[in-house]
């Protein structure tokens, strides 16, 4: 066999086709592809003739999902490129059997949910409720008295990284299945939407349900904070520091912004300004509304990159995660509780601890 493109550039050819030309041709309006592009994929696939590729490059590319889908679209693409196409997906099937049984390894090592463990799952708890030694010895489990489920996290940046200002090495549009992988990079710091912050400032913002309020431009924003969320205060510090936070929107989120599937980073925003105003809540008691006024830092990936995501190989990774049991608990409820390590208490302490002064402040509207 000859020596043909390797995995990373099979993944960019699956990506190419995936995510620029297949909705293209999908927009519904009758698009041809330039005479170059289809003599450079015709290339390409007649190469792949006399290529072995093995299941984990397959599995690793994607290249028999974006094959797969060329041939369903029928005559949106030339017979050149269908035929060796399904010629390919043939070949491949005799060689390894039924090609949709090729999925990501979600928690193997370079999975979407390496390191993360469902504490509530068979097996990773002893008789007696706690975790078993082999699961997840570092971690100290914090009790949800709601139904969320817990996680263990391995394999993070370490307890502090996400209290940093700035990208903090992470890119406008890196995407995860479930907070909790978030978490566990480091991008963000609990187990729930809220702010990201510690007793020096405030770093990140996750975004679900109604917290976002829009403004006429894509670039401005308004939150709405609970008043329970201890960084609420140092949210309102940034205002006159001027520091920026870094903003991730989940699927959950009712905003026309927000991602198809898990959540999202859209980069750097500077907070302008806040508000504080006294509201009824639905149980009829007071209570302390945040508001505050984001707008995206202009120097960096735009808007666009970020809602470019999640693609297609991103889509297949929260397909294959909604059919396993471990989705199941967790399809009403974004948050999880997480089991944090002892280097986190610092972290808890202080949140704890601030969470009694959010709403006995007398903060001036802006």
């Known amino acids: 066999m000859a020596v043909g493109p390797n995995r990373d550039e099979l993944r960019t050819w699956s990506h190419y086709i995936r995510d620029a030309l297949i909705p293209e041709l999908k927009d519904g309006t009758e698009v041809a592809l330039a005479k170059s592009i289809i003599e450079t994929i015709r290339t390409f696939l007649y190469e792949l003739r006399t290529t072995y590729?093995?299941?984990d490059v397959l599995r690793y590319s994607r290249l028999h999902k974006a094959l797969?889908?060329?041939c369903v679209m029928g005559d949106r693409w030339p017979a050149t490129i269908t035929l060796p196409a399904k010629a390919l997906l043939g070949t491949w099937e005799i060689r390894y059997g039924p090609l949709g049984s090729i999925t990501a390894d979600l928690w193997g090592p370079g999975g979407r949910l390496e390191g993360l463990m469902k504490l509530t799952d068979p097996g990773t708890l002893s008789h007696d409720g706690s975790p078993r030694r082999d699961s997840s010895p570092v971690m100290t489990?914090?009790?949800?008295k709601s139904t969320k489920s817990s996680w263990s996290v391995e394999g993070r940046n370490g307890p502090f990284y996400a209290m940093r200002t700035g990208h903090n090495g992470f890119k406008v549009g890196d995407w995860w299945i479930k907070p909790a992988a978030a978490?566990?990079?480091g991008i963000i710091h609990g187990?729930?939407?809220g702010i990201t912050a510690d007793r020096d400032g405030a770093y990140a913002i996750f975004m679900t349900d109604s917290e976002e309020v829009e403004i006429d431009e894509d670039n401005i924003f308004r939150y709405w904070a609970s008043q329970k969320d201890p960084g609420c205060l140092q949210l309102m510090k940034n205002v006159h520091s001027r520091e920026m936070v870094r903003v991730l929107r989940s699927w959950r989120l009712n905003s026309r912004l927000a991602p198809k599937a898990g959540l999202r980073y859209d980069g750097l925003y500077r907070v302008s300004g806040y508000g504080v105003k006294l509201m009824v809540n639905i149980l009829g008691e007071d209570e302390w509304q945040y508001t505050f006024i984001l707008e995206r830092y202009r120097d960096q990936a735009g808007l666009e990159k970020a809602l470019c995501h999640p693609a297609a190989d991103e889509m297949d990774d929260w397909r294959d995660y909604k059919q396993t049991r471990d989705s199941i608990s967790d399809d009403n409820n974004e948050g999880q509780s997480l089991a944090f390590q002892e280097?986190?208490?610092k972290?808890?302490?202080w949140m704890q601890n601030s969470a009694g002064q959010i709403g006995n402040g007398d903060f001036k509207t802006l």
């Open 191 to 193: 187990s729930t939407n």
């Open 53 to 55: 590729i093995d299941v």
């Open 183 to 185: 978490y566990r990079d």
């Open 343 to 345: 280097g986190d208490k």
């Open 347 to 349: 972290v808890m302490d």
């Open 141 to 144: 489990i914090i009790r949800p």
């Open 68 to 70: 797969k889908e060329v």
